[in-house]
């Protein structure tokens, strides 16, 4: 899971979508428009300082969903994800050296459906009320947590989804180290199996580094705990104190938390055990809640 599709949210996806169409504009190689706002992921209209009213937060440019690069059959899938990462380079949403070597290794395309303009920035249904995140989101969370994804290190991927996340951490604590996905609906589980054989982290989960199970993640997964990073895909009213429990001191964990206002935050673990939160940015994610309530689209 990450994250279930709220009929709302999307129409309201869709209503912003069309409202900053006419500010698109046309490249040498793509037409680019404001990053329309991914409502499982992407920051939104934030608090201002005194927690009044709304500031919004500045949009990037990147990529629209009519790209020419889709449409044209010029050019590999694997020089499209690239062109992908490029883009959000020059954009400023990824920064580091690290973030861009693993995403340009695990092509976004397959972990998105067949037929899915997979390396436009915005989220995809997978099925079961449940999305993979627009990759300016993914490249988020993984330069939050990349000190904590160093070779040896271990990872738990919480609402693994389609196995896209999960995949770069294993390649970012290599064969050493230990990347854990936990999804709560089984055949997500199966499929994600299957895009992650296909990828550049096949290898890494034939040997057992690598692997995604299904359950509840809000419990954790305790059996490869501690970890040094924790990665959790949709917003908890209150951080899970099993979470906060299998986090390594040293550790850090990055969760979206709240209801209606929500923070991105990032949870560091002190060597003495106690804990820090910092709010990262405000977004928008939908619930972390059981299966049941998933399936229901609740």
Not at 30 to 41: E, G, H, K
Not at 130 to 138: L, Q, V
Not at 145 to 169: I, R
Request: glycine share 10%; proline share 7%; hydrophobic share 40%.
């Amino acid at each position: 899971m990450e994250g279930p599709v709220c009929q709302v949210a999307w129409g309201c996806y869709v209503l912003l979508a069309i409202s900053i169409g006419a500010h698109c504009a046309m490249s040498s190689d793509n037409l680019v428009c404001p990053s329309t706002s991914d409502l499982q992921t992407q920051p939104v209209a934030a608090l201002d300082k005194e927690g009044i009213g709304p500031a919004m937060t500045s949009i990037p440019m990147i990529a629209c969903s009519t790209s020419l690069s889709e449409h044209h059959s010029g050019g590999s899938g694997t020089n499209k994800n690239i062109q992908m990462v490029e883009q959000l380079q020059r954009y400023g949403v990824i920064s580091s050296k690290k973030v861009v070597e693993v995403m340009e290794t695990i092509d976004r395309a397959l972990f998105v459906p067949d037929g899915t303009p997979a390396y436009v920035d915005s989220p995809m249904a997978i099925g079961y009320n449940a999305t993979i995140s627009a990759p300016h989101m993914h490249a988020t969370c993984l330069q939050l947590l990349e000190e904590n994804l160093q070779p040896g290190m271990h990872a738990l991927d919480v609402g693994s989804g389609t196995g896209y996340l999960t995949a770069c951490f294993a390649t970012m604590v290599g064969p050493q180290g230990r990347a854990i996905g936990v999804e709560h609906i089984p055949e997500l589980v199966a499929s994600s199996i299957k895009n992650i054989e296909k990828s550049a982290a096949a290898s890494l989960l034939e040997g057992g580094s690598l692997s995604v199970h299904a359950g509840d993640g809000r419990e954790g997964w305790p059996e490869h705990a501690p970890y040094d990073a924790i990665h959790v895909g949709a917003a908890a009213p209150e951080i899970p104190q099993p979470l906060i429990d299998q986090l390594k001191p040293g550790g850090r964990m990055v969760i979206p938390v709240g209801k209606i206002f929500q923070d991105l935050q990032v949870v560091d673990k002190n060597l003495d055990g106690s804990v820090s939160i910092r709010s990262e940015t405000a977004v928008r994610y939908v619930p972390l809640t059981s299966r049941d309530a998933q399936l229901k689209g609740y």
